[in-house]
């Protein structure tokens, strides 16, 4: 199975400012996912970013407020822009695995906007 | 509109007992189906996924049930265990060159277990 790790774990940040997750895999990967997780709710794909590529967004997910870099085959970031309260979530990074035919999620990032 | 609806939104088992988790889809493209695992503070870990061309996939004592013409499928968790307390999520997608595709996610199920 890919192992994946995100940074920050966890934040706590002021409306209005940016704050950027970085997702790392250990091993080349095609596709990654990007997915958030508001409290005690289901997960909602946000993104598909492909290495080479301008990332896919999902409807109600645009590029200006969830801006997707994928500047290589095992790194990805996502950053939350002009936060508010309502972005308060759980932010997750998947990735498929070719050799198993499954999708992998990271530990996620825990977000809390005041 | 909800592609893949999940019930149980919760549900409560003694120790040793018969955990059923059923979801529904509607989309006939989807061929690929996950039951995901989420503790607390966690991501998603993947349990167990099922594609259309079998009705049945037993992993251990997590058996995932499958009715393509009926557009179900379930999670049984035989002999469950206090440590088996956790949201579940079952999920659908369609894959597509080798990837699995967007997953479309049921809203969860909590499942506690009673020792």
């Known amino acids: 199975s890919a192992v994946i790790s995100q940074k920050p774990s966890r934040d706590i940040c002021q409306r209005g400012t940016s704050l950027t997750i970085q997702c790392q895999v250990d091993?080349?990967?095609?596709?990654m996912f990007w997915y958030r997780q508001q409290p005690g709710q289901s997960l909602t794909l946000i993104a598909t970013a492909n290495q080479g590529s301008e990332a896919t967004y999902e409807s109600g997910f645009v590029i200006d407020k969830f801006p997707i870099s994928r500047p290589n085959l095992t790194f990805s970031t996502l950053t939350v822009s002009n936060m508010s309260p309502e972005d308060s979530s759980i932010y997750l990074c998947?990735?498929?695995?070719?050799?198993?035919?499954?999708?992998?999620f990271g530990p996620g990032t825990r977000l809390l906007v005041l | 509109q909800q592609q893949v609806k999940q019930s149980p939104q919760s549900l409560i088992v003694q120790k040793g007992g018969i955990s059923i988790i059923n979801c529904a889809y509607e989309n006939t493209a989807f061929d690929y189906f996950p039951w995901y695992q989420q503790f607390p503070g966690k991501g998603p870990a993947l349990l167990i996924a099922?594609?259309?061309?079998?009705s049945e996939k037993k992993e251990g004592r997590f058996t995932i049930s499958f009715n393509k013409s009926a557009k179900q499928f379930s999670l049984h968790i035989m002999d469950s265990q206090p440590g088996d307390s956790a949201t579940y999520f079952c999920?659908?997608?369609?894959?597509?060159?080798?990837?699995?595709?967007?997953?479309?996610f049921g809203k969860g199920t909590k499942l506690s277990v009673k020792p």
């Open positions: 999920a659908a997608s369609k894959s597509h060159g080798g990837s699995q595709g967007n997953l479309i």
């Open positions: 998947s990735v498929d695995s070719s050799l198993s035919e499954t999708q992998y």
């Open positions: 091993s080349q990967v095609t596709m």
């Open positions: 099922i594609r259309p061309d079998v």
